[in-house]
């Protein structure tokens, strides 16, 4: 009998140190596993993150680049190259379009991903028409317009300009900000 309960003991030890065992080890286990999980989503999150900041910072560099080109597309020194009545009409007209076409693109990257410079963008594009519909009075009147009429125009185009510079010089100050920002 004693040899029985020694045989009872020593199994029930066996099982009781088993049960222990396993029970800590699936404990170290959970742990691990949750220190994995957290250790992945930490890194998917700073992936997703990064991907996020290269994506603002490529689309205020796109952004910043058609806006450049549209402010050059205004610029006095086109005026004169427009009105010097080698482009017709059609070419006017065809380049209006296109010029359009490009603001359109730019004001949907704009309220996609700057929404808040919506407003600001209406302003350049409505400058943009305000600059294109003096500049066809001079494709129109060609170099059959008084020098006071020239002058006039000009002046109203050199008015749109800077008007145009300064709505794209407060939307530049803060793409510089939002992209320090991004970068730091």
């Known amino acids: ?11 029930f030890t066996s099982i009781l140190i088993v049960i222990i065992n396993n029970y800590f080890q699936r404990k170290r286990d ?3 596993y949750n220190r994995e999980i957290q250790k992945e989503s930490t890194k998917t999150a700073l992936i997703a993150e990064a991907d996020h900041r290269n994506f603002m910072i490529e689309s205020i560099e796109k952004v910043s680049q058609s806006l450049f080109v549209y402010y050059e597309s205004i610029s006095l020194t086109y005026s004169v190259i427009d009105s010097s009545g080698k482009m017709t009409l059609e070419d006017f007209d065809r ?3 296109e010029d359009v076409r490009q603001l359109s693109h730019l004001k949907s990257l704009i309220l996609s991903r700057f929404p808040q410079f919506t407003h600001k963008i209406s302003k350049v594009i409505n400058h943009h028409n305000n600059y294109w ?3 066809r009075l001079l494709v129109l009147q060609g170099k059959n317009i008084d020098q006071e009429s020239l002058k006039n125009i000009q002046f109203i185009i050199i008015e749109i300009q800077n008007a145009v510079r300064e709505e794209l010089d407060q939307i530049e100050d803060a ?3 939002i992209a320090t920002e991004l970068t730091s």
């Open 1 to 11: 009998m004693d040899q029985t309960i020694s045989f009872l003991t020593g199994a």
């Open 133 to 135: 519909g003096h500049q």
């Open 175 to 177: 793409f510089y900000s």
């Open 95 to 97: 380049n209006y379009k």
């Open 30 to 32: 959970l742990q691990q």
